[in-house]
């Protein structure tokens, strides 16, 4: 079991590229977190609005390693670094958030509530560890369709590992051996309530063990470092490793939702932040590296900016739904009369 | 030579397995030599190889599965052992999958089998119906056989269609009910209820395993005093059959609902606040519910029996309802 802070790869050149679109990709939800968040502030925003400060670097590193359209991807609140790094544009979950007609649900749903099944994203619902069993039906059917080295990414965090159906579906995975890597990210708190009041055992990765999966930890404010457990995790997964269990230790740099000013967080700990900055850190390892120059990075972040303004404003300005003309059905067949 | 209800339901797993390769079945006790808890996928593991699936002790887990796995492309028609615990896996059919084709405008192509309904010895456990607690939720078709030739039909049905369907199987009926074939050769379209006997003094709106008992009820009120009761037959509690049942109370004026479900908001209550909103004028008398008492379903056969509506209810119910 590698130890938390240590990076077991010995070709960490072969990272450079995923570095750096991981990289670009947590730039561009960083900016999308601004925008909404300052756009939730000015009361722009029917319902929630939930940010993923502080999971960028775990969320990016599972998007830059799946194929769009071939492996399935199960992002829910925190994981628009993931979205982007998966390559969907920050206009769809605009579109989500405004209730936009061309959005996947057309204001039937919203927020981070979207997907595109068919492109390998679920749809997820708010019953935290739901979506687990669903992507094991998922790639239950690619091995029966013949497709062997596709893999399914399951996004948790450490309050869905006290779930029943999360247990279940995490036994389940395991049994019938299915190419799916669970991401537990530890951000600390499950809402208001801290990791001493979610579970008893020493640490989450004991909750692999005891499924029978591999399991690999690390520190997901470390960029570098977790790319290089997430590659090692999902190749295991797509070679026939079978189940894999990663925990990912982080801190959520907000509160659950924009409506929460996580005053339940004691200052030491917020104080913390400063340093662990996933984005910052970031930044630091690929212009150490070289893997990136100031020039480029000043030249993403301008980028990303540019595509959230656009994005949000088309959003923005999209029809949304007519009362008048849903049709208020929620099943495809009906009888005929 | 005569078949079961339980044979149909063998016989339409099995022709579903041959005829779409994409049919799969998931659940817990129905591969191997065993073949289910009832026998009802009895041999097909061996027929059809990787497509019938024991699952672990996860209900929750096995109707997610079936719900990602239609998304998938397949066609899963999942188990639970017992309808009762289907309420373990209601959440994935209901939440998720249920709510998928409002949400996303993509059907989820899931069948939920649930052995439901009581018998002697059964306790509260092992003998609820759950119609109504499924039937709740939109999204989500529940489909009722009563009849050998429905429960083929109908559970072949549940497959074509591409949302999710809970489909109760009776397992009172399981081996009990008989006919010569389960073949009908002019079924009734899905999501259209039966007369199941004509008749013109009231009518009794029944389903699943309350459409024999009522039947009978009818036969013995006949002969004993001359009434004749007009037994429809829902086969579908959702989508549920209105017209069928107006143009009944039209014919009757004098409507008894009976369902083995527990009162509160079941099938029974929705019947009559049907009938009430759409065709009070139709009835010369207030409506009557014949349902289980409001309590656990008790294990002893002498308690069970007294628990469950049975033909002699039916029959004092009809008198009572008649003479109003």
Same mark, same amino acid.
């Given at each position: 079991m590698p130890e938390a802070?240590?990076?077991?790869?010995?070709?960490?050149?072969?990272?450079q590229e995923p570095a750096r679109r991981a990289y670009r990709a947590m730039i561009m939800a960083r900016a999308f977190d601004n925008k909404i968040s300052a756009l939730y502030k000015a009361g722009k925003i029917f319902g929630g609005v939930f940010l993923g400060r502080g999971h960028e670097a775990v969320a990016a590193a599972e998007g830059v390693f799946l194929r769009k359209g071939y492996d399935v991807y199960t992002p829910f609140i925190r994981e628009q670094a993931g979205r982007c790094a998966w390559g969907d544009s920050v206009l769809e979950t605009a579109r989500s958030y405004f209730g936009s007609i061309h959005s996947i649900s057309r204001g039937r749903d919203g927020n981070v509530h979207w997907g595109h099944p068919h492109e390998g994203t679920l749809m997820p619902?708010? $019953?935290?560890? !739901?979506m687990a069993s669903v992507v094991a039906g998922m790639m239950l059917a690619k091995r029966m369709q013949g497709i062997t080295d596709a893999v399914g990414v399951v996004c948790i965090g450490d309050g869905t590992t006290s779930v029943g159906a999360l247990h279940e579906a995490a036994n389940l995975i395991a049994v019938e051996k299915l190419p799916i890597v669970i991401v537990v990210t530890n951000n600390q708190y499950a809402y208001s309530t801290p990791n001493s009041r979610e579970f008893a055992c020493a640490s989450l990765a004991d909750r692999g063990r005891g499924y029978g999966m591999v399991t690999h930890e690390c520190d997901g404010t470390d960029l570098l470092q977790t790319l290089e457990t997430m590659q090692r995790a999902i190749t295991a997964a797509r070679t026939g490793k079978g189940p894999q269990w990663v925990v990912a230790e982080t801190l959520r740099?907000?509160?659950?939702?924009? $409506?929460?000013? !996580?005053?339940?967080?004691p200052a030491e700990l917020k104080a913390e932040y400063a340093d662990k900055d996933p984005l910052d850190i970031a930044r630091r390892q690929l212009l150490e590296r070289g893997w990136l120059t100031e020039e480029e990075a000043a030249a993403w972040d301008e980028e990303s900016r540019e595509e959230v303004q656009r994005c949000v404003a088309q959003a923005q300005k999209e029809a949304t739904p007519c009362p008048q003309d849903e049709q208020w059905v929620a099943t495809s067949w009906r009888p005929e009369r | 030579m005569s078949v079961t209800y339980i044979d149909a339901i063998h016989a339409a797993l099995e022709e579903l397995l041959q005829e779409d390769s994409s049919v799969i079945l998931y659940g817990e006790d129905i591969a191997g030599s065993f073949g289910g808890a009832f026998k009802a996928t009895k041999g097909l593991a061996d027929k059809f190889p990787g497509r019938v699936l024991n699952a672990p002790i996860a209900e929750d887990a096995i109707v997610g599965l079936g719900m990602g796995a239609a998304l998938g492309g397949l066609k899963p028609i999942v188990e639970?052992?017992?309808?009762?615990?289907g309420t373990l896996g209601q959440n994935q059919m209901c939440n998720n999958a249920g709510s998928h084709f409002y949400r996303t405008g993509i059907p989820v192509n899931l069948t939920m089998r649930m052995p439901c309904g009581g018998t002697p010895g059964g306790g509260p456990y092992h003998s609820q119906c759950l119609e109504a607690v499924f039937a709740h939720y939109p999204g989500v078709h529940v489909f009722t056989p009563a009849t050998v030739a429905d429960a083929y039909y109908m559970l072949k049905q549940a497959v074509q269609i591409p949302d999710p369907v809970v489909f109760l199987e009776h397992k009172f009926l399981y081996r009990w009910l008989k006919a010569d074939t389960w073949a009908d050769p002019d079924p009734l379209p899905i999501g259209r209820a039966r007369i199941a006997r004509p008749g013109k003094h009231a009518t009794v709106v029944a389903f699943s395993a309350m459409v024999p008992e009522a039947l009978r009820a009818a036969e013995e009120l006949a002969a004993s005093s001359g009434y004749e009761l007009e037994v429809v037959d829902l086969r579908t509690v959702k989508p549920l059959d209105t017209d069928t049942i107006l143009a009944s109370v039209a014919r009757t004026a004098r409507l008894m609902v009976v369902s083995e479900?527990?009162?509160?908001?079941g099938v029974a209550a929705e019947v009559i606040a049907r009938v009430a909103t759409q065709?009070?004028?139709?009835?010369d008398a207030p409506p009557l519910r014949v349902t289980a008492p409001d309590t656990p379903i008790p294990a002893h056969p002498d308690l069970w029996k007294a628990h469950r509506p049975g033909y002699e209810n039916i029959m004092s119910a009809a008198h009572y309802l008649i003479s109003l």
């Open positions: 802070g240590r990076i077991e790869s010995v070709n960490e050149q072969s990272l619902i708010s $019953h935290l560890g !739901a740099m907000c509160g659950h939702g924009e $409506h929460d000013d !996580a005053s339940y967080i | 639970m052992q017992f309808a009762d615990f479900d527990f009162p509160w908001g065709g009070l004028h139709l009835l």
